[in-house]
């Protein structure tokens, strides 16, 4: 089985910075999409970034220039380095990742971190 992990978020001013990052373990055939969500309370989940199948990179347009995502050599770890952080970024987040062969992908959620912006 697959898990999830997130670490890295915490409580920040208004302009600082974090990076949350997410590893994945267990019986890894592949990583065939790895990405980061979050969710605000009483709104709905929605994408922050993430890579998709074909290479690609994919940010939600509030977020772009001030948020990168990246991930590690094997490819079993992804980041989120977040700049110019506001208080509208408070949220819990989550890692998300598509892993296993063709046709029998499953997707996975970790149990998200907690990203809290004072002003």
């Known amino acids: 089985q697959v898990q999830l992990v997130e670490s890295g978020g915490g409580l920040v001013q208004a302009g600082g910075s974090l990076r949350l990052s997410c590893a994945a373990s267990?019986?890894?055939?592949?990583?065939?999409?790895m990405g980061w969500y979050r969710q605000a309370p009483g709104k709905q989940r929605e994408l922050v970034a993430r890579?998709?199948?074909?290479?690609?990179?994919d940010y939600a347009d509030s977020v772009k220039g001030r948020f990168t995502i990246s991930r590690d050599n094997g490819e079993n770890t992804a980041y989120l380095q977040m700049s110019s952080l506001k208080p509208e970024d408070t949220a819990v987040y989550y890692c998300n990742a598509r892993i296993g062969p063709p046709i029998f992908e499953r997707e996975y959620w970790g149990q998200g971190t907690q990203v809290t912006v004072s002003s």
């Open positions: 267990g019986t890894i055939f592949s990583i065939n999409a």
């Open positions: 890579f998709t199948s074909g290479g690609n990179t």
